[in-house]
């Protein structure tokens, strides 16, 4: 049994009610909670959040919702471990698909599609859970300067570049797995690739316009 959390808080620090802002007719949340109706995978869909308004929604979305008590819904009272462990641990479901709000442009096929990988690759394979990623080969820095290549003659073209990958908004592994983790991923995890435009993720006011702007691409193109 596949179950989708979408695990969503009151506050949000960088921008403001975050996960009901105004998305594609609707707000953010709602949204999600609609693309996941369409994935016929998914058998229960459960928003889990400590805000009273959201999980209204949730209840007139027609899906479950989990009561997360406040201290797990802040970095400064729980440790984001914990905060994975408590929603596992109030969820059924063998496995637990977590999903972002704040990533409207994953489509419901890649959830299929991932669902789909997760089955290959985890279930029947070697691999312990599944993300999502965008993979890139780019010149990094940090404050003390190149990560990952040389200045000088010992710089290398992009294509020569290690590969990285940065996770995007979809996680999957069985719930006793997350619950004994305290995480949502394992350390060998399966990583689905999808394509740059449905890896946006809205962490402050510009990602929201640069979200719309892509979702209305991709929906125009479908």
């Known amino acids: 049994m596949f179950t989708a959390v979408i695990p969503v808080r009151g506050g949000s620090i960088r921008v403001k009610n975050k996960n009901i802002r105004p998305f594609a007719g609707t707000n953010l949340l709602i949204h999600k909670i609609r693309q996941l109706k369409l994935v016929a995978e998914i058998d229960k869909i459960v928003v889990s959040s400590d805000s009273s308004e959201m999980l209204q929604m949730a209840e007139e979305e027609g899906v479950g ?3 997360r008590s406040w201290e797990y819904c802040d970095e400064k009272t729980a440790p984001f471990g914990e905060v994975v462990k408590n929603v596992a641990e109030g969820l059924t479901g063998d496995h637990l698909i977590w999903v972002l709000c704040t990533a409207p442009c994953i489509m419901p096929e890649h959830y299929s ?3 789909g990988k997760y089955q290959t690759h985890v279930l029947n394979g070697e691999d312990d859970s599944l993300i999502t990623v965008q993979p890139f080969k780019k010149y990094i820095w940090d404050d003390n300067g190149p990560v990952n290549y040389q200045l000088g003659r010992g710089h290398v073209p992009s294509q020569q570049l290690p ?6 908004g979809l996680r999957i592994a069985p719930r006793v797995k997350m619950i ?6 394992g350390e060998k995890p399966y990583m689905y690739a999808i394509p740059p435009l449905n890896c946006v993720d809205i962490d402050d006011e510009d990602d929201l316009i640069i979200a719309e ?4 691409l991709l929906t125009k193109k479908n």
């Not at 702007?213 to 209305?216: A, E, M, R």
């Open 65 to 67: 919702t989990h009561t």
């Open 180 to 185: 004994e983790w305290a995480y949502f991923t």
């Open 163 to 168: 590969q990285y990958y940065m996770t995007t």
């Open 113 to 115: 599609e991932g669902i």
């Open 213 to 216: 702007v892509v979702y209305g």
